[in-house]
């Protein structure tokens, strides 16, 4: 099992999703089999954002989130999407363009660790597939749930651990051996979707994720698993 330093961690995901941006919205749809656009709309709807409010999206990549996000707080409200890929975030920049959503959403270069946002700017922060990449987990929720306001969802989407007998047995020989396959098919090479499994090793069961956004300070956390339970939405509210 690969593991990371925190600064270590952050370069080598720099550099891995840099190698894939180009590619990732395709690869996401492929690989999910299209689920990705349902978990993306659910996890939004957990938000509980309303029109004319500010929501935030971190690790927010090529901006998918971002724009559920958009739909839903109209011309009236504000969306940010931050990430620390450059790479990924032209993607979101020359995509956004061509949506009615490109005086909503703005994006912003920055570490998930340390938020470059005052305390309780925003009514959610949401966070898709990116908590098993930061370097420190309760950092990166402490740092969501800072920056809400009172009342205010903190919203995480994520690959999960599977429980259903044969299904999860199924699900983990899709993971090591034909995402990785698939993945050097979409884009040259196969670290970037070897590293997939790695990271899922090294996250929290769903259970323990949801323990821990209660240690943080969010109230009520729960979680919903979605597709068999290989992704996960978990919610906290402020």
């Known amino acids: 099992m690969l593991e990371l330093k925190s600064e270590d961690r952050e370069k080598f995901c720099q550099r891995l999703f840099s190698d894939i941006a180009c590619r990732y919205d395709f690869l996401n749809t492929v690989l999910s089999l299209n689920q990705d656009k349902y ?6 709807a957990k938000t509980g ?9 971190v690790c927010c990549g090529t901006g998918r989130i971002c724009i559920e996000q958009a739909k839903i707080v109209g011309v009236t409200g504000s969306v940010i999407g931050l990430d620390f890929c450059h790479d990924m975030l032209n993607i979101a920049e020359r995509d ?13 270069e920055g570490n998930a660790m340390e938020l470059p946002f005052p305390d309780d700017t925003f009514d959610c922060a949401t966070i898709g597939f990116g908590l098993r990449n ?19 969802r903190v919203v995480s989407l994520d690959l999960a651990k599977p429980g259903i007998i044969g299904f999860k047995e199924l699900y983990k020989i899709y993971l090591e051996r034909v995402i990785p396959l698939l993945g050097r098919l979409g884009v040259g090479k ?7 499994p790695e990271s899922l090793k090294q996250f929290p069961h769903q259970v323990e994720l949801c323990a821990m956004f209660g240690s943080v300070g969010l109230k009520e956390p729960t979680y919903y698993e979605l597709t068999g339970g290989i992704v996960a939405v978990h919610v906290g509210i402020k």
Not at 136 to 149: D, P
Request: aromatic residues 10%; glycine residues 8%; positive net charge.
């Open 96 to 108: 956004i363009q061509h949506t009615q959503f490109n005086n909503t959403i703005k994006l912003v």
């Open 49 to 57: 954002l309303k029109v004319g409010e500010r929501g935030l999206d």
């Open 190 to 196: 196969d670290a970037p979707y070897r590293w997939l």
């Open 134 to 152: 930061v370097s420190n987990i309760k950092i990166a929720l402490t740092e969501m749930r800072r920056v809400i306001r009172p009342g205010g």
């Open 39 to 44: 978990w993306r709309r659910f996890t939004v």
